[in-house]
């Protein structure tokens, strides 16, 4: 038995030496820049409140203890698991010095507001289930899901937090190629109220140039919604654009910003493919084994795929000018002339 447990140590260390050498894995860049929208600016905060996490709907029931709530179905944030190649992958305990440790995890994909009742996402977060249709059947759009307040509870909702799919109006995803359009528009059973939940502005201009700051806004692993700045663009492909993005599975479909609130582009995929969100390690006590993020020190002309929304510009009706584009005052919130206190 003792004989077994060394074999295994030691081939998992072994499979995290490969995986840091080879760089073949990468999420955070630099330093982790993912925060909670508590403690967020006025601009970033609002903006969390017109992204929305995708959850299958058999994840929403009825709470138990208080009457007219609805309780978000989850697990800790306590395990994880990483995949050498398609054919193998392994589970195992998150290491405890992990960001976020034992928060809930529930989401499997992030999308945002392009319209009162229109949705942007990645076109793989359709294809999660069998056809769009059963994705439409499926899934349930939650807004808020996240720590606005110091201590609440995200799992914790109501039917106004809630949406579903009234149908999915155009989707394109090429599971095959990396780096191909990767989008969806989704139109949503009924429409948002636009003072508390305003679409995003979309770049409908040339691609960012190099250099550009960004910042994003989504759910990585399923976790509550996080805000990840201190990000830029790396390098331009054709028809996508690299960002050195902290992202990770759950992120796909988050809106890949500009400093001033505009949509840049939906975040999709890794560079390569079979990359991981975590490599094993070694627990603070240097006995046992865990997982962490891997951090890339820099991402040189490389980062994360980015799909520029400029593409779907035609597909995606302008915004009126009284609605484009979220401003911070000292009050909270101002939409080009209009004040919009928000909680």
């Not at 978000?72 to 960001?99: A, D, K």
């Not at 691609?207 to 994003?216: C, D, E």
């Amino acid at each position: 038995m003792k004989s077994l447990l060394l074999r295994s140590t030691a081939l998992a260390l072994l499979l995290a030496c490969r995986a840091e050498a080879s760089g073949r894995v990468s999420l955070i860049y630099g330093g982790d820049n993912r925060s909670e929208p508590y403690a967020a600016t006025p601009l970033e905060r609002a903006m969390a409140h017109s992204t929305v996490a995708l959850f299958d709907d058999g994840a929403v029931v009825p709470d138990t203890t208080l009457v007219g709530l609805l309780h978000l179905r989850t697990r800790p944030y306590t395990t994880v698991v990483i995949r050498h190649n398609r054919f193998l992958s392994e589970e195992g305990n998150l290491c405890r010095s992990e960001r976020f440790y034992g928060q809930p995890v529930g989401p499997f994909c992030t999308g945002f507001l392009v319209g009162p009742d229109l949705l942007a996402t990645a076109g793989h977060c359709v294809m999660v289930y069998p056809s769009a249709d059963e994705f439409c059947k499926r899934v349930a759009f939650v807004f808020d899901y996240g720590y606005y307040e110091k201590g609440e509870d995200p799992t914790l909702t109501d039917r106004s937090r809630i949406d579903s799919c009234a149908r999915v109006v155009a989707y394109e995803y090429n599971k095959y190629m990396i780096g191909q359009p990767d989008w969806a528009l989704v139109r949503l059973s009924r429409p948002v109220d636009p003072g508390r939940r305003p679409a995003f502005e979309i770049d409908r201009g040339p691609m960012p140039k190099v250099g550009t700051p960004l910042l994003m806004i989504g759910h990585p692993m399923g976790l509550p919604v996080k805000i990840a700045d201190g990000a830029r663009v790396t390098s331009q492909g054709k028809g996508f654009f690299y960002a050195d993005l902290d992202a990770y599975r759950g992120n796909s479909g988050s809106p890949v910003l500009s400093r001033d609130g505009v949509v840049e582009g939906i975040m999709v995929s890794y560079p390569q493919a079979n990359m991981n969100d975590f490599v094993v390690s070694l627990g603070q006590d240097n006995s046992t084994i865990c997982m962490k993020s891997t951090v890339i020190p820099d991402a040189g002309r490389s980062g994360m795929i980015v799909f520029p929304i400029r593409y779907l510009a035609s597909k995606i009706p302008e915004l009126r000018r009284a609605a484009r584009r979220f401003q911070p005052d000292e009050r909270g919130l101002r939409l080009l002339g209009s004040l919009t206190d928000m909680p």
